[in-house]
Nanobody, 126 residues
Framework: VQLQASGGGLVQAGGSLRLSCAAS????????MGWFRQAPGKEREFVAR????????YVTDSLKERFTISSDAGKVAVFLQMSNLKPEDTAVYYC????????????????????WGQGTLVTVSS
């Protein structure tokens, strides 16, 4: 499975961006896809995930008022709509894929993923 993230860029605080992640290869083996981010000098953190077919969408509590995750099952793609962006949202955003039949963590934030995209940079200016 290969994952290609896109849609990052420079945006002013308060603005919006929509990130996309397209999957290719053996996509039938994907159970869910997620978004993570890593800010400069910080550890990577979980943002959101959605299962194949668009079920069980979940955004981490601290971001759920501003971020929305969705998917397009026909294209095996996942999207992250980000609104009211803040400078602290500046990070490289990565999409990830979880294979079917892998053990599922009770907390989505703790789930390990099997495939990773290359990341797309989001910069929010104040």
């Amino acid at each position: 499975v290969q994952l290609q993230a896109s849609g990052g860029g420079l945006v002013q605080a308060g603005g919006s961006l929509r990130l996309s992640c397209a999957a290719s290869g053996r996509t039938s083996s994907i159970y869910s896809m997620g978004w993570f981010r890593q800010a400069p000098g910080k550890e990577r953190e979980f943002v959101a995930r959605i299962t194949s077919g668009g079920f069980a969408a979940y955004v981490t509590d601290s971001l759920k008022e501003r971020f929305t995750i969705s998917s397009d099952a026909g294209k095996v793609a996942v999207f992250l709509q980000m609104s009211n962006l803040k400078p602290e949202d500046t990070a490289v955003y990565y999409c990830a894929g979880l294979r079917r039949f892998r053990a599922i963590e009770s907390r989505p934030e703790r789930q390990e993923y099997d495939w990773w995209g290359q990341g797309t940079l989001v910069t929010v200016s104040s």
